[in-house]
């Protein structure tokens, strides 16, 4: 595993704690699950399982960063992991890379993370993907002024982080048309940038937000992206 030198890190918070790991580690992982998890992985498809272990491996390596102890990051409602009282966090795994983040409730509200190979998105996909016709445009216009950056995918991965970070605060859904995402890049033309959405439903509970700021950033074959939410500041 890595702390957080890596893709993770480049878009979280200063709060959070980050450790990734590639598909290498999945079978040690595996083995090493404590009984609750193992339990779940069983019923799992093999390449599944190994990607819910490691992530759950670098989930409790990063509580490990918070000074906490390790303990069963099992599922919730939906399928949303559960954290130890007073923590927030997120997971993510895709093809070569497994990785979590997580952070002190009294600094985040949430924070919701998502990591994709860097390849473009299928033909018809972004069409499913966007809010309408203001957020197509806008990526097909990054596409033909920086084709080197997957803007699709981008924007797939964006709403993948906000509605990670939007469940846990309203257990409610989100689909891919209920967030209008507008992606920014880096003045210095790094392949890295911010990204604001605006949810086109109401708030879950009247106080839950309803626009999110997130990170993207792009490294070797992976993009990543981020939301964190700040807790509210004290009296």
């Not at 989930?59 to 960063?65: P, T, V």
């Not at 993948?160 to 846990?168: D, G, H, L, M």
């Amino acid at each position: 595993m890595r702390a957080s030198e890596g893709l993770l890190a480049r878009v979280v918070h200063a709060a959070c704690r980050t450790v990734e790991a590639d598909e290498t580690c999945d079978t040690g992982h595996l083995a090493a699950l404590p009984p609750e998890e193992a339990a779940l992985a069983a019923l799992l498809p093999e390449r599944r399982a190994g990607e819910f272990a490691a992530a759950r491996a670098c989930a409790r390596a990063a509580l490990g960063g918070l000074g906490l102890p390790p303990v069963a990051i099992l599922p919730g409602v939906r399928g949303a992991p559960g954290w130890p009282p007073g923590v927030v966090g997120s997971l993510t795994h895709c093809t070569g890379y497994r990785g979590a983040t997580v952070a002190r409730r009294r600094d985040l509200l949430a924070v919701g993370v998502d990591a994709e190979p860097a390849v473009r998105l299928r033909p018809g996909v972004l069409e499913r993907v966007c809010s309408g016709d203001r957020e197509l445009r806008s990526v097909r216009e990054l596409l033909a002024r920086a084709p080197q950056v997957p803007w699709d995918k981008v924007l797939f991965s964006a709403k993948e982080s906000v509605y990670k970070a939007w469940f846990p605060l309203t257990l409610r859904r989100l689909g891919f048309r209920d967030a209008e995402v507008v992606l920014g890049q880096s003045w210095d033309g790094r392949a890295d940038g911010g990204f604001r959405a605006r949810l086109r439903v109401g708030p879950g509970d009247g106080n839950s937000p309803t626009d999110f700021d997130g990170r993207w950033a792009l490294l070797g074959s992976l993009v990543a992206t981020a939301v964190c939410v700040p807790a509210a500041p004290g009296p």
